[in-house]
């Protein structure tokens, strides 16, 4: 799929012709995306990731965290593609000092695997790439469960937040298969690892959003769409005159159409831990002196 290019260019179509994409609010929690497939059983998107404005290596992209009861399947699919260290799902979290006793499974980049899974509540980290990349990635739950069908029935997606407290009063987030209501991310703290509650991580790049976000996040798309060279311009000229594209798209739009470079657009320099910023030996290190190796 990743070496077609009418596979490419449809993926680029359907997003940007279908409404719910083209209303979408960004916030600084996503990364940048285009939709590719989703049903009951499981979701593929492209995920876009983008340097820092000095093309550091080694700086993490995010805390290390796991994503509940998910597998994600990787494809790298563009670009330099990033660095990843997986960890071990034994470890335990101290709730009085919030330390965690995590122990590296695994350390490679996209160029040496270009496919991986991550597996559901396996801790891992993400590095900023050297150039912007793209992953070809495919959620899937870790096992069939009742409640799946209902994940996209509009209804239910619109009272989520009520309904999310509602199970977690009855206790029946693992049945329901979504997240515990206390999550961590986890970060380095003086060679030690240490919890963060997701709430308190997450808080801030949700609440960034507006304007500035959307256009941040629709510029890396239609950079990444030049990169692979999308040049169908009757299909741009199309997407010119359709009114429910958004007025913000339509500078990147032109500049497909005369084929002016799109520039990068880059990676926060910080991320919403104590310390705001890991390296990767940061990690290597904090691994050695936990486990006393």
């Keep these: 799929m990743i070496k077609d290019q009418d596979f ?9 012709t279908d409404k719910r994409y083209l209303s979408r609010k960004w916030t600084m929690y996503e990364i940048p995306f ?4 989703e049903n009951d059983d499981f979701i ?16 993490l992209a995010s ?4 994503h509940n009861n998910y597998l994600l399947t990787t494809v790298a699919a563009f670009g330099s593609g990033y660095e990843t260290i997986l960890f071990e799902k034994d470890f335990k ?12 499974k695994d350390h490679f980049t996209q160029e040496e695997r270009p496919v991986h899974m991550v597996d559901a509540w396996e801790p891992h980290l993400v590095v900023n790439p050297t150039s912007l990349s793209a992953t070809l990635v495919l959620w899937s739950p870790d096992k069939k469960r009742a409640s799946d069908s209902l994940r996209n029935i509009p209804f239910l997606k619109a ?9 977690y009063a009855f206790g029946l987030d693992k049945k329901f298969g979504i997240a515990a209501k206390e999550t961590y991310q986890y970060y380095i703290k003086g060679n030690k690892f240490y919890g963060i509650l997701e709430d308190d991580y997450f808080a801030p790049t949700k609440a960034q959003n507006g304007q500035e976000v959307d256009d941040y996040s629709i510029q890396t798309v239609f950079a990444f769409m030049q990169r692979m060279k999308f040049n169908d311009i009757n299909f741009l000229k199309k997407l010119q005159a359709n009114p429910d594209v958004p007025k913000y798209y339509h500078k990147w739009i032109d ?4 084929g002016d470079l799109i520039q990068d657009t880059f990676a926060k320099e910080q991320i919403n831990v104590p310390g705001g910023r890991m390296l990767v030996d940061d990690i290597i290190k904090a691994h050695k002196s936990v486990n006393n190796l």
């Design 8 to 16: 490419w260019n449809e993926v680029f179509k359907h997003n940007l």
């Design 34 to 37: 285009l939709y590719v497939f």
């Design 44 to 59: 593929m998107k492209i995920h876009l990731f983008v340097p820092l404005q000095n093309y550091a290596p080694h700086v």
């Design 63 to 66: 805390a290390i965290h796991h």
């Design 93 to 104: 979290v101290d709730f009085i000092t919030k330390e965690v006793n995590l122990k590296i």
């Design 159 to 167: 009272i989520k937040m009520p309904l999310r407290k509602l199970i």
């Design 255 to 258: 500049k497909l159409i005369s």
